[in-house]
């Protein structure tokens, strides 16, 4: 059984990776953040700044909504989406305002098309690039197809979990399929030179059970990069070259124990269900985000609510007090919060490196203004931008910065 955070067609997914197996011998001359329930808030409480972007898709327009958790990217003055990955690969292009600009409806084997979408990311050009099938493919300002690049050559074959473009030449990369070394630890940040098609790891590791999930996330901050992977009890940051220790997490008693995170893909597997299900244990869930000095990462557990197995594996959708928070560290002013913004799985988060972004389907917004969760005067704004829809099973934007 393998639970993945991403997707929401699944009934229990979530991330799972792992942290470096060197954490526990580093120098802590860096700060602390504990994780505990004290630090949950409601979303009107921690979010500041919040607007409602409506996206108005031209009736016609061939996008659909698979259950899947969607693909967003951000480039001056454009936003690019996906909704659905796989049977209707469509891309859009929107302006920051929520209008329309263009759609892409080109899946196929051609020389202008693509198949399906892995992953987005943005040139140094503040174009476009997608990872389709194992191939990363950059486009121009026109949203055509201008270079394709295969990451794998001499017997690798990796998969790309995240990426950010250093410059013309190379891209920083997170990636999912590399060599185990002899005790079963990965290397799976590198530097990827795309004309030579070689790579430069970074020495981070992650535990063999990481192939659990996602493998890894970068997100450009200050004058490097942050790097987290799944039960990571520490965030990272790349900068000149080198690594080094960020900030760590502290679960107290909830920490996930070493034997768990030194089992393989399979093993973990097998139990992750019991994990949700008694909920025994805080995870850091890999993901990664900056918004000016505020960093954001999912993490399950932190205010528990168990579910007996019996009742887990008789539901057919996930339950709404689901403890999976979105979390907000402030380094500089030593602080953390944490909040719900929509019930259940709480879905991706996204960056422009001044807002955080998430896409509400129908399903969210509408929960939303039922509830009232984002509080009384941000549901009269919420309900605004819902009526600025040209189909009211169309998606708004929520974005967002943190009240500190």
Known sequence: MTLKYSGRCSLFVLILACSSPNEENISRDFPTFELHEGVVDKPENVLASVEFIPLKF????????????PFLAFAEDKIFLNTDPYM???????????????????????????????????????????VSDFTLLEFDDKMDIIRRINP???????????????????????????????????????IFDKDSITYEFLPLKSYPASGSGGDG?????????????????????YA??????LLALSYGDRRLPEEMRMKTEDQLDEELAGMISTQD??????????????????????????????????????????????????????????????????????????????LLYTEDWNGILEDQSLGVELGKRLEAASQQLNDE????????????
């Open 58 to 69: 031209p009736e016609g327009t061939p996008v659909q909504y698979f259950g899947f958790d």
């Open 217 to 237: 996330a970068i997100a450009p901050y200050q004058d490097g990069y942050l790097l987290n992977f799944g039960f990571s009890d520490t965030l990272y940051h």
């Open 88 to 130: 209707n690969p469509t891309l859009h292009l929107f302006d920051y305002s929520g209008n329309h600009l263009q759609t892409i409806d080109r899946k196929g084997g051609g020389p202008n098309e693509y198949g399906n979408i892995d992953q987005f990311g943005i040139t140094v050009d503040n174009q476009l690039a997608v």
């Open 281 to 358: 244990y805080d995870l850091n869930l890999g993901d990664i985000n900056v918004a000016g000095e505020s960093i954001s990462f999912h993490a399950f557990g932190i205010k528990p609510a168990p579910i007996p197995m019996s009742e887990l594996e008789k539901m057919e959708t996930l339950p709404d007090n689901l403890p999976l928070f979105e979390v907000f560290i402030h380094p500089e002013k030593n602080a953390i919060k944490a909040t719900k913004i929509v019930k259940q799985m709480s879905g991706r988060s996204f960056s422009d490196g001044e807002y955080f972004y998430r």
């Open 393 to 404: 099973e169309d998606p708004i934007l929520i974005r967002y910065q943190v009240k500190w």
């Open 240 to 245: 000149d070259g080198k690594v080094k220790a």
């Open 152 to 190: 794998n050559k001499d017997g690798t074959f990796y998969s790309i979990s995240d990426l950010e473009a250093l410059d013309a030449k190379t891209w920083f990369l997170a990636l999912r399929g590399t060599e185990a070394d002899k005790d079963g630890f990965t290397q799976n940040f590198a």
